[in-house]
């Protein structure tokens, strides 16, 4: 294993703060506002320096070596704790504090000394601050004196919503035993105005959080109906585009029946009086192409000029001419068609001509 050099990262700072250390060069003297001394700390200006602005400036504007400096307002215990977390980091030596007048100095401290963090951890532990029937007045103590302060604002709030609670759950008569012990006339006064107050205010809050509530309730109720509004509406849309589909649908089959019913009279028309030139089925034949041979009596016309061999002679027939179809000629391999400007000639290739029945 690598042994290991000591470094200042290994020491303990709490052993500056033993009494028999004699490195410090600063000595708070705690005092009452009657300049009664309470007590005094020693500490080291160096370390404190590092962690408030405000001590580093008051230490620079001093004079070199060891200083006295005299503090008036906090409680002793609560200078005392500050300086040993500051030295330590141990939270349990400020969660450990019973008195809510403590917590309150160190606020004021850390506020008046620009400790970072220092005010969010004193509120962490006043939120846990446990309220019961032997503090319980002492608290309502705290608030009085406090409330009107501004930096102790959130304090004092956090207080009374755990007063708040404390008093549902517990008989009116047992702290109001409490308030008759006291000699305090004007606390009773304040403390019966406050807890009135505060009832009101808890009821109030109550019947907003219901108004809240049942405000929610209607909007979900509103949400709901919104969403299948917007699903209905996405349902309409749908069957309105099934609707157009359908209806081109509809027209198309009237279109197409539209379409057959001529087709229909025509061919009824046509079978009244079928051409007698093309005999077709249905319908005429006029100008479609011809399949195989025609029958004689046939009248047929060239689709364009078109030529065809016969005895190796090339027949030549004009788009223009037209002609009908006549006998078969024995052993010569097509019928002869009487062509109305090219005359009379034999035809055994029928490709490119068609039906002339108008």
Same mark, same amino acid.
């Given at each position: 294993?690598?042994?290991?050099? =000591? ?57 070199? /070596? ?91 709030? =956090? ?127 006029? /100008? ?37 179809? /006549? ?6 391999? /097509? ?24």
């Amino acid at each position: 294993m690598k042994s290991k050099m =000591i470094n200042i990262k290994d020491y303990d700072f709490q052993d500056l703060l033993d009494p028999a250390s004699n490195l410090n060069d600063v000595e708070f003297k705690i005092v009452d506002e009657n300049s009664q001394e309470l007590g005094t700390v020693r500490s080291h200006k160096f370390l404190l320096s590092l962690l408030s602005p405000v001590l580093k400036k008051m230490f620079m504007s001093r004079e070199k /070596g060891s200083i006295v400096v005299e503090i008036t307002g906090p409680s002793f215990i609560s200078f005392q704790t500050l300086i040993q977390f500051l030295y330590t980091g141990d939270e349990s030596v400020i969660t450990d504090i019973s008195c809510i007048d403590d917590l309150f100095d160190l606020y004021c401290l850390g506020d008046k000394y620009e400790l970072c963090g220092s005010r969010n951890l004193i509120k962490e532990v006043v939120s846990s601050f446990k309220i019961n029937q032997e503090n319980f007045i002492h608290i309502l103590k705290g608030i009085k004196k406090h409330e009107n302060t501004f930096l102790f604002e959130d304090l004092c709030d =956090i207080l009374r919503v755990k007063v708040q609670d404390f008093l549902v759950c517990s008989s009116p008569e047992s702290y109001q035993e409490d308030l008759k012990e006291s000699e305090d006339t004007d606390f009773c006064f304040w403390v019966k105005n406050r807890i009135q107050k505060w009832s009101r205010s808890s009821s109030e809050i109550q019947s907003v959080e219901e108004q809240r509530s049942q405000f929610e309730d209607i909007k979900k109720q509103f949400d709901d109906v919104k969403k299948q509004s917007e699903d209905t509406k996405l349902q309409l849309e749908d069957t309105k585009i099934q609707f157009e589909d359908s209806k081109t649908q509809l027209e198309n089959s009237k279109a197409e029946i539209s379409e057959l019913e001529k087709k229909l009279a025509k061919m009824v028309e046509y079978a009244k009086d079928p051409c007698k030139n093309c005999k077709g089925p249905t319908v005429c034949l006029d /100008g479609q192409v011809l399949h195989g041979t025609p029958g004689y009596g046939t009248m047929i016309r060239p689709d364009e000029d078109t030529s065809y061999m016969f005895n190796e002679d090339e027949v030549n027939v004009d788009a223009d001419d037209f002609g009908t179809v /006549g006998t078969l000629r024995w052993g010569a391999g /097509g019928p002869v068609v009487n062509w109305n400007k090219l005359g009379s000639r034999i035809c055994d290739d029928f490709t490119g001509f068609v039906y002339k029945c108008k």
